[in-house]
């Protein structure tokens, strides 16, 4: 059984960092590559950062170039999106799931297993 299970989301003033993780079971990254979602109230969800399966290239929204950092370990099965210098508008539930970048930017439809979700919430 596939699951993903993020973690690290929290409250934090505008300027701080956060890292969140995305525990992945029931398959490996050979299987599925890891892409970044977050989704704030009343909003569509929106990509945010993905890995492309062919070659590990790792790929990045406008809103998070310069600010995250999407990492691995994959001994671990999981990866991490470093958050820093946060934003209020980056207020949102953040979300792991299981597919792949094969566009070279994270497409909702492209990913298959979602995980629950973490809260990150930016104060100003």
């Known amino acids: 059984e596939v699951q993903l299970v993020e973690s690290g989301g929290g409250l934090v003033q505008a300027g701080g960092s956060l890292r969140l993780s995305c525990a992945a079971s029931g398959f490996t990254f050979d299987d599925y590559t890891i892409g970044w979602f977050r989704q704030a109230p009343g909003k569509e969800r929106e990509g945010v950062s993905c890995?492309?399966?062919?070659?590990?290239?790792?790929f990045y929204e406008d809103i998070a170039k310069g600010r995250f950092t999407f990492s691995s370990d994959n001994a671990k099965n999981t990866v991490y999106l470093q958050l820093n210098n946060l934003k209020p508008e980056d207020t949102a539930v953040y979300y792991c799931?299981?597919?792949?970048?094969?566009?070279?930017?994270?497409?909702?439809?492209?990913?298959?297993?979602w995980g629950q979700g973490t809260q990150v919430t930016v104060s100003s």
């Open positions: 890995v492309r399966s062919s070659d590990g290239r790792i």
């Open positions: 799931a299981a597919g792949d970048c094969g566009l070279g930017y994270p497409l909702i439809n492209e990913y298959y297993f």
